[in-house]
């Protein structure tokens, strides 16, 4: 790894250069990552757009759920099974259990994907 000089010893200062750079690197990171903890912890910007994001997309995450279900002909699970879905309702954010077939007659879910229900559960 090391080259040796003409009297058989290994180059010391590429070794040092090396350990330096990694050295200088990795508290390069650590530092960003304090700075970008700090602004969070004062505006709340970088959390609140993670909680907005996870929130709002709950009620997508099951339409994509409830469409591949049917793909698969899934129909107990599209049926009978519940799932958490969170969504706005007049500016409020609402949390319910719901199966697809419940899901698919509300607004938002109106892309899902029909499938029948009649005499599975």
């Known amino acids: 790894m090391w080259k040796k000089s003409k009297e058989g010893k290994m180059n010391k200062k ?55 279900l049917v793909s698969r002909q899934a129909s107990y699970e599209y049926c009978c099974a519940r799932k958490e879905v969170r969504y706005e309702d007049n500016g409020k954010t609402k949390i319910e259990q719901m199966t697809c077939g419940e899901l698919s007659t509300r607004s938002f879910g109106s892309e899902i994907e029909k499938m029948d229900c009649n005499g599975i559960c």
């Open 14 to 68: 590429a070794a040092e250069v090396l350990f330096w750079s990694l050295g200088a690197s990795v508290l390069m990171v650590v530092a960003i990552i304090i700075v970008v903890a700090f602004y969070d912890m004062q505006t709340g910007k970088f959390s609140a757009f993670i909680k907005d994001v996870v929130e709002k997309n709950s009620a997508d995450t099951a339409v994509a759920l409830c469409n591949n």
